[in-house]
């Protein structure tokens, strides 16, 4: 078990321009989350999938977002034109549909938009 | 709607004492989870404990446990023999049964300090 793995750890861009990050959950996890986290504040739900599916997505996910999870297993989450209040942690985390119940949580892609 | 609150922004606790932190939750859900993560300076959300709404004991792990009263709705992390690397952010968070997909809402946490 190599745990959730984001890359990259930090992202800094500027203010137009667009990002990637992506998401390598545990590899018998069927589920993956990503979540937005501003400093000091909790995490707040994005979107969810279910193998492949994108199932769920938050009002927060604006149109300028746009994540996939093309064959079930890495996801990717792109901002377009990216704007300074998309300064954030961005976490994603995995679990098992059928054996967990806990999330697995990666150590976050921090971006900054200047 | 369902809602965490935390509403110790930050607390204090000497090394080796035992430290309560505070998390009430809404939910017109009968069958809900409780979930308790720290969040180091390093940004890593690691899960600590789980609540179950229907489990009869309050839930333990090491030196966590989590105080659940249910008629109040609050599940409160105690923390025993705190340690320095203890400090930390601490978040409550919540899974309703009704939702399909699993996910937590979170509470705005409550960070955590250590002292010697």
């Known amino acids: 078990d190599t745990g959730v793995s984001q890359d990259p750890r930090h992202k800094i861009t500027k203010r137009g321009q667009n990002v990637t990050f992506r998401c390598d959950p545990i590899s018998e996890h069927n589920r993956l989350y990503w979540y937005r986290q501003t400093l000091g504040q909790g995490p707040e739900f994005l979107t969810y999938?279910?193998?492949?599916?994108?199932?769920?997505k938050s009002r927060l996910l604006s149109d300028r977002f746009s994540a996939e999870r093309p064959k079930g297993s890495f996801s990717t989450l792109e901002i377009q034109r990216t704007e300074q209040g998309d300064s954030a942690m961005y976490l994603c985390?995995?679990?098992?549909?059928?054996?967990?119940?806990?999330?697995?949580f990666g150590n976050g892609t921090r971006l900054t938009v200047t | 709607a369902q809602k965490i609150t935390q509403t110790q922004p930050g607390m204090f606790v000497q090394e080796k004492e035992a430290v309560t932190l505070d998390c009430t939750y809404d939910t017109s859900d009968p069958s809900y989870g409780l979930f308790w993560y720290k969040q180091p300076s390093s940004g890593e959300m690691i899960f600590l404990i789980y609540?179950?709404?229907?489990?009869?004991q309050n839930a333990t792990e090491g030196r966590y446990s989590l105080n659940f009263q249910k008629a109040r709705k609050s599940a409160n992390l105690v923390i025993s023999a705190s340690q320095l690397g203890d400090s930390a952010m601490y978040f409550c968070?919540?899974?309703?049964?009704?939702?399909?997909?699993?996910?937590?809402?979170f509470g705005q946490g409550t960070t955590l300090q250590v002292k010697p």
């Open positions: 609540q179950g709404s229907y489990d009869q």
């Open positions: 985390a995995s679990s098992s549909q059928t054996t967990g119940t806990v999330l697995h």
């Open positions: 999938f279910q193998n492949e599916a994108q199932l769920e």
């Open positions: 968070a919540m899974r309703e049964a009704t939702s399909n997909t699993g996910k937590l809402i």
